[in-house]
């Protein structure tokens, strides 16, 4: 039987002027029909260019030895021909339905875009086809959706929506780009059991990601790409348990979990983002992180009865309370709505509590004025999720984390050694001290929002996602940063995140989230060892596990 | 610490502020009126400066709306009566808001006419000749638009003759196509408002740089439509790329060029008088032209008034035209709960 994709020597290019930029080095891709193959790797991995290539939409110069989909070759393919491809032989699904589906046009507008309907001339009734397919996508009530607009729908509906605008015509292969990326964990459990669900019915699947653990459970093969090439490719477990490519071991070693609790995350001896690839030579799989220094007795933060409402009966927070010692680490954890952020901007003194009170060091710290908080305000700061847009663009990296050193009084040389001194514990050089945040990865911005936050020696450091938006092997050494920098200053740390696995990693103790209230509270081992409470154990379920 | 326990410790806030929020939840219907509603207290506003400007003028009334025109006893007695300038200032006031909600602008001395059907007869050509300028303007800049956006040689082709357009005066313009399809030609009358045909050259001498200026933008907003996300997932369900425009891009790139056009738009009633001269058309920007030069303070007043008036309709139209277009906005389209 011929395969459904058959790529030989794929090569992908940027040319810029006399510049070749090659992005994808000759690989080769086969998937068969009722295959779900899964291409792993980080950005820039030129994995997402590669599944574009497929449906002709990668922008890039492609070159092949052979480009068979479905049986025809596609290497004479001109833009027409490849219309005629997409959407009946290939969809294509993306991350985050908010910015990938139209947000100015109904779902049922779109939908009948995607069936490829005249939509203005002759419009074809396509409301029955449109709600069965809603339907099969696990959409209950559909014809409420259907006059919605994507901002309507939940993040869970709204990703059924953009799968079914890719299955519309009923494509013999779905490429799945990141599909799960933005969700929340239990509603990224849905998206995946939807998409096991299509396997079990012999649909075809190309799933791309950064995360090994969220394809662990659906692949049946893996290809793991580095820099543009395949380094290791074979049947999924044999990837998961036996990985041979130090690359592969990279990344699984980096999915943050219970098991991975006081080791690091990342190889010990990486300092920069973009290092070559380590040594083949077996190394020791975990490296323990340095020790914390909790003092029980110093109470850096207290949070008593937190409520903070919005118009008359909605609570965004109802009865939150919690401490925070000296050199202690807790986790708040919630999906989005549920009030976590709320919590972080009321410790922060943002958001006045509606009642309740806040104690920083044991003085008061909500209901004040903010000129009498603001000669305090250096003893606590902020990491928060995009690093990138807390920095002023037209700001230098030294002046990024200088200008933290305003509140404390450290000018001059004084404050140019600390800068250094900060930026080197982040593991950056002083040679970026002139760059502009455009200019830096992702990891690096993050490590200059941490380098910021720790410069004025803060007593406490209230961290809001701050790894979300990240790769899990970069990912990785940030929470490593994080974890030896808060075991080396003492400070206390208030982490936020929905992510089970990294809260578990890294906190001492944890606070369950939803709609506003504490769910439930404890040690992190207990409670997730033993959650008592249905909503943690959905949780913990919903969590992609590596086997 | 128990978790379960819900301290609610406020039943204050009563029901007055229960109704202001079903008020605002009222959707739609409430945002558009609150908008209608803050264009009328602008309006309401420009009367009220008006009345004060009269009163506030150096020297006295009667000789300021008189202008130019000789004072005889019958004429003053005339003012005072129109004005009631021998009644309390409230009063004045307030005769000045009925007569002007009545559409009575009162008198021209000047010209010996009644304002209002001064204005009336001659907004009409302006009106004409603004509505047929936007359309050519709307019309060239959704072409330049669709067909450029994001195509190298289109795209600095297009860029060139909007730079060319927006920075050739409309009167200069005007002669131009006066020159070459009036007087070469022959295709086009020479001037006057009889015929639809005179109305071609003076809406494209007017249209073209204002659509220049529009094309430009919406370009802008269509490149940067077709960069996001959803455009790829669109591409891949087979669409075409002219669909796409069209159908997709078109309306994101509308956001920043509506409220660009209202503007524009409200500058051309003033804006209108070059190209009334240059192409002999009777219309609003001469009459102002003449009062203004003349002293004719009633009409100078009408028509501040009446511009008021445009501004705030154009503003209020931008307004519920955004809604329409970005359903984002209206606050009845909150976020769902699961």
Do not use: C
Not at chain 1, 135 to 164: F, K, M, N, T, W
Not at chain 1, 220 to 230: E, N, S, W
Not at chain 1, 406 to 412: E, H, L, S
Not at chain 1, 430 to 436: A, G, K, S
Request: proline share 6%.
């Amino acid at each position: 039987m011929t395969p459904l994709v058959d790529i030989r020597d794929l090569t992908i290019a940027f040319p810029h002027g006399r510049q070749d930029n090659r992005v994808v080095h000759g690989i080769d891709l086969t998937i068969h029909e009722g295959e779900t193959v899964a291409l792993v790797g980080e950005s820039g991995s030129g994995k997402s260019v590669t599944a574009r290539t497929l449906i002709g939409l990668s922008a890039g110069v492609v070159g092949a030895s052979r480009f068979d989909i479905a049986g025809d070759s596609t290497l004479g393919f001109r833009e027409r021909d490849w219309r005629r491809l997409r959407g009946t032989k290939i969809g294509f699904v993306l991350q985050d339905a908010l910015v990938s589906l139209d947000p100015l046009r109904t779902v049922s507008q779109q939908l009948s875009d995607a069936f490829g309907h005249p939509g203005y001339f002759g419009r074809r009734d396509g409301r029955e086809e449109s709600s069965a397919l809603l339907l099969s996508v696990g959409i209950p009530d559909p014809e409420r959706r259907l006059p919605q607009y994507p901002h309507q729908l939940s993040g869970g509906l709204r990703q059924r929506a953009l799968i079914a605008t890719a299955i519309a015509r009923q494509p013999s292969l779905l490429i799945a780009d990141e599909p799960t990326t933005a969700l929340d964990a239990t509603v990224q459990k849905q998206i995946l059991d939807l998409l096991a669900e299509r396997k079990q019915a012999g649909h075809t699947l190309l799933l791309i990601s950064h995360d090994l653990a969220v394809v662990a459970r659906l692949a049946d093969r893996v290809l793991v790409m580095k820099q543009g090439r395949i380094v290791e490719q074979g049947p999924t477990k044999q990837i998961l348990t036996q990985p041979t490519h130090p690359y592969t071991r990279q990344l699984l070693d980096a999915v943050p979990s219970a098991s991975s609790r006081g080791f690091r995350l990342s190889p010990a001896t990486q300092s920069e983002t973009d290092a070559p690839a380590l040594p083949a030579a077996p190394v020791q799989r975990r490296l323990p992180l340095p020790p914390k220094r909790i003092d029980a007795t110093q109470r850096v933060l207290s949070a008593r009865g937190l409520v903070k409402r919005y118009g008359v009966d909605s609570f965004a927070v109802n009865n939150v309370s919690f401490e925070l010692a000296a050199g202690e680490a807790l986790g708040i954890v919630g999906e989005s709505g549920s009030g976590k952020t709320t919590v972080a901007k009321m410790v922060l003194g943002l958001v006045e509590p509606d009642s309740g009170t806040v104690l920083v060091d044991g003085q008061p710290w909500s209901h004040r004025s903010e000129a009498e908080r603001r000669a305090r305000r250096a003893g606590m700061q902020l990491i928060a999720q995009d690093a990138l847009s807390s920095f002023d663009p037209r700001y230098t990296v030294e002046k990024i984390v200088g200008e933290s050193l305003d509140t404390v009084g450290v000018f001059g040389r004084d404050r140019r050694q600390r800068v250094v001194e900060v930026l080197d514990a982040v593991r950056l050089g002083p040679d970026l001290l002139h760059r502009y945040p455009r200019e830096l990865s992702g990891g690096q911005r993050q490590r200059v929002a941490i380098a910021r936050a720790f410069a004025p020696r803060p007593k406490l450091l209230i961290a809001d996602e701050p790894v979300s938006a990240l790769d899990v092997s970069v990912q990785a050494q940030v929470l490593d940063l994080l974890a030896e920098l808060q075991a080396a200053s003492g400070t206390a740390l208030l982490f936020i995140s929905h992510d089970l696995g990294v809260i578990h990693h890294l906190t001492d103790r944890v606070l369950v989230m939803k709609d506003g209230r504490t769910v439930e509270t404890g040690a992190v081992e207990t409670v997730f060892a033993a959650p008592a409470h249905s909503y943690t154990r959905a949780l913990l379920d919903a969590v992609p596990a590596l086997p | 610490m128990d978790s379960r326990n819900t301290s609610v410790a406020t039943p204050v806030p009563a029901f007055a502020v229960s109704r202001l929020f079903r008020l605002r939840r009222n959707g739609l219907t409430a945002q558009i009126a609150g908008r209608i509603g803050s264009g009328l207290l602008v309006l309401w506003a420009a009367v009220t400066l008006s009345f004060v400007s009269v009163h506030l003028a150096p020297g006295d009334i009667v000789s300021l709306l008189i202008g130019e025109q000789l004072r005889t006893p019958e004429v003053e007695a005339a003012i005072r009566a129109e004005w009631g300038l021998d009644e309390p200032l409230p009063a004045q006031y307030l005769s000045y808001l009925t007569r002007v909600l009545h559409g009575d602008f009162g008198r021209s001395y000047i010209l010996q006419t009644e304002v209002s059907q001064l204005v009336l007869s001659q907004i009409l050509p302006t009106l004409k000749l603004t509505a047929a300028a936007l359309f050519v303007a709307i019309v060239f800049a959704l072409v330049s638009a669709v067909l450029s956006a994001g195509r190298r040689v289109p795209r600095s082709i297009a860029g060139a003759l909007e730079l060319t357009l927006v920075s050739t005066p409309s009167f200069w313009l005007g002669i131009l196509l006066l020159y070459l399809f009036s007087f070469t030609l022959k295709l086009f009358p020479v001037s006057g408002d009889r015929s639809f045909s005179a109305l071609v050259l003076p809406a494209l001498a007017l249209g073209l740089p204002l659509g220049a200026v529009i094309g430009q933008v919406l370009r802008q907003g269509l490149e940067r439509a077709l960069e996001e996300p959803f455009a790829l997932t669109v591409r891949s369900w087979g669409t075409s790329e002219f669909v796409l425009r069209l159908r997709h891009g078109l309306r994101h790139a509308a956001l920043p060029a509506v409220t660009l056009t209202g503007w524009l738009v409200g500058s051309l009633l003033s804006g209108a008088v070059i190209t009334e001269s240059v192409f002999g058309r009777p219309g609003l920007g001469r009459v102002t032209v003449e009062a203004v030069l003349g002293h004719d303070m009633p009409v100078v007043l009408a028509v501040a008034i009446l511009s008021a008036l445009v501004y705030v309709t154009l503003s209020t139209l931008v307004d519920v035209l955004y809604l329409w277009l970005d359903p984002r906005l209206r606050s009845d389209s909150r976020e769902a709960v699961r």
